[in-house]
């Protein structure tokens, strides 16, 4: 049976991750060091576990309220406007979804037609353009320049938009580059944002995860709040990536449509997770000081030494990746890490999956110990000398 009579034509389209298809290639080798997944290696801190287990032998394992537990939905209210400075009603403004992600697909296809562009800065995670197709827009790719930081600047912003253009999707601190944006940085782009009428969607999952600066959102930009969904959670900062749970802020007619749609498809988010949440926002501030350390120390380890290897490396600020540019080799994104992994057993991921302004860079997580880190870099080195670099 021809199965692709049968399939949805949009969805057939899209391609793959390109990050899960080297993890995909790593899980079927032996002796392989993988720095390609964005995970912290940071068990999740035990006063969290330990209360999910708690609200397990208390029997609590009901449904929770689509947009979440109350008690959750105000400890995310707290805890932002205390880290950003910014103010959403748990009530009407704050839905809880099923990882960051979830409230990813929610916003644009609550907020997007079919004729709609969207505006897409690149390198960038990997979802923001499958989404956007699935969604039934258009994605519109804007390319980020090494010499601009990898900053979105407003003139970028500006050349991009057309009479169809209706929403960015503004991605920092940025995977895969670890840049970030600073407020005069999101002051000017909210100029050409409130200009053109635009919507935007701020995928601020790292955003405890600076070094140095502290995040700005750009909710807290002025005239920005009324136009922005802020898209957040707890798998980066409170090292709970299988715990699925994220959460959105953005105006209350926007997130009631959200709730609608994440009413229908999932329901509400998984209760134990809830609990393990709520624990986490109220008491796991010296948790994420304490990562956000460790993550600066190997930073500091990896940069220096792709810096030294000689493959030019772009001093991250955010996340938890570096994005050393590989173009002395000769080689392309794909072809050095492909060479890599089969002849080193070190997986790292091509910068192409980010979009083709990645092309001539690789993405390397320090998310993992620094033991991990110097078997994998002593190896590159070996590769690098066999190359003849």
Same mark, same amino acid.
């Given at each position: 049976?021809?199965?692709?009579?049968?399939?949805?034509?949009?969805?057939?389209?899209?391609?793959?991750?390109?990050?899960?298809?080297?993890?995909?290639?790593?899980?079927?080798? $032996?002796?392989?060091?993988?720095?390609s997944i964005g995970e912290p290696d940071f068990r999740t801190p035990w006063h969290v576990s330990k209360a999910a287990?708690?609200? &397990?032998?208390?029997?609590?394992?009901?449904?929770?309220?689509?947009?979440? +537990?109350?008690?959750?939905?105000?400890?995310?209210?707290?805890?932002?406007?205390?880290?950003?400075?910014?103010?959403?009603?748990?009530? /009407?403004?704050?839905?809880?979804?099923?990882?960051?992600?979830?409230?990813?697909? &929610?916003?644009?296809?609550?907020?997007?037609?079919?004729?709609?562009?969207?505006?897409?800065?690149?390198?960038?995670?990997?979802?923001?353009?499958?989404?956007?197709?699935? !969604?039934?827009?258009?994605?519109?790719?804007?390319?980020?320049?090494?010499?601009?930081?990898?900053?979105?600047?407003?003139?970028?912003?500006? $050349?991009?938009?057309?009479?169809?253009?209706? &929403? &960015?999707?503004?991605?920092y601190p940025n995977n895969p580059t670890g840049a970030i944006m600073r407020r005069g940085d999101l002051e000017a782009i909210a100029e050409v944002i409130i200009k053109h009428d635009l919507m935007v969607i701020s995928d601020e999952i790292y955003s405890e995860l600076t070094y140095g600066d502290r995040h700005v959102s750009l909710a807290s930009i002025e005239g920005m709040?009324?136009?922005?969904?802020?898209?957040?959670? +707890?798998?980066?900062?409170?090292?709970?990536?299988?715990?699925?749970?994220?959460?959105?802020?953005?105006?209350?007619?926007?997130? $009631?449509m959200m709730t609608k749609l994440h009413q229908f498809g999932i329901m509400s988010a998984p209760t134990v997770a809830q609990y393990a949440a709520i624990e986490a926002l109220r008491n796991g501030d010296k948790d994420i000081d304490k990562m956000r350390d460790e993550y600066e120390m190997r930073k500091r380890y990896v940069v220096g030494e792709f810096n030294a290897m000689g493959l /030019?490396?772009?001093?991250?600020?955010? !996340?938890?990746?570096? +994005?050393?540019?590989?173009k002395s080799t000769g080689l392309t994104s794909e072809e050095f890490c492909t060479k890599l992994l089969a002849s080193k057993k070190v997986a790292i991921v091509p910068g192409n999956a980010f979009g083709e302004s990645g092309e001539g860079y690789v993405r390397v997580s320090y998310s993992y110990s620094l033991k991990h880190l110097k078997e994998a870099i002593s190896r590159i080195k070996e590769f690098l000398q066999e190359l003849n670099v």
């Amino acid at each position: 049976m021809d199965y692709t009579k049968r399939l949805n034509n949009t969805i057939q389209q899209v391609k793959p991750s390109g990050i899960r298809r080297f993890f995909d290639i790593v899980s079927e080798m $032996d002796d392989v060091i993988s720095l390609s997944i964005g995970e912290p290696d940071f068990r999740t801190p035990w006063h969290v576990s330990k209360a999910a287990i708690d609200s &397990l032998e208390k029997g609590r394992t009901w449904y929770t309220p689509n947009r979440g +537990f109350e008690k959750l939905r105000d400890e995310i209210s707290s805890f932002v406007k205390r880290k950003y400075n910014l103010t959403y009603s748990a009530k /009407e403004e704050i839905l809880v979804t099923v990882g960051g992600s979830e409230a990813l697909d &929610l916003a644009m296809r609550c907020l997007l037609n079919p004729g709609d562009e969207v505006l897409i800065h690149q390198p960038s995670f990997v979802c923001y353009e499958p989404l956007t197709l699935m !969604a039934g827009a258009t994605p519109v790719v804007i390319n980020t320049q090494q010499e601009n930081c990898f900053r979105l600047t407003a003139q970028e912003l500006e $050349d991009a938009i057309t009479p169809k253009t209706k &929403l &960015l999707v503004l991605s920092y601190p940025n995977n895969p580059t670890g840049a970030i944006m600073r407020r005069g940085d999101l002051e000017a782009i909210a100029e050409v944002i409130i200009k053109h009428d635009l919507m935007v969607i701020s995928d601020e999952i790292y955003s405890e995860l600076t070094y140095g600066d502290r995040h700005v959102s750009l909710a807290s930009i002025e005239g920005m709040r009324e136009r922005t969904i802020v898209i957040n959670g +707890f798998s980066k900062a409170f090292a709970m990536t299988g715990w699925r749970l994220g959460y959105a802020m953005g105006p209350a007619p926007i997130i $009631d449509m959200m709730t609608k749609l994440h009413q229908f498809g999932i329901m509400s988010a998984p209760t134990v997770a809830q609990y393990a949440a709520i624990e986490a926002l109220r008491n796991g501030d010296k948790d994420i000081d304490k990562m956000r350390d460790e993550y600066e120390m190997r930073k500091r380890y990896v940069v220096g030494e792709f810096n030294a290897m000689g493959l /030019e490396c772009f001093e991250p600020n955010g !996340a938890f990746y570096s +994005f050393p540019c590989i173009k002395s080799t000769g080689l392309t994104s794909e072809e050095f890490c492909t060479k890599l992994l089969a002849s080193k057993k070190v997986a790292i991921v091509p910068g192409n999956a980010f979009g083709e302004s990645g092309e001539g860079y690789v993405r390397v997580s320090y998310s993992y110990s620094l033991k991990h880190l110097k078997e994998a870099i002593s190896r590159i080195k070996e590769f690098l000398q066999e190359l003849n670099v």
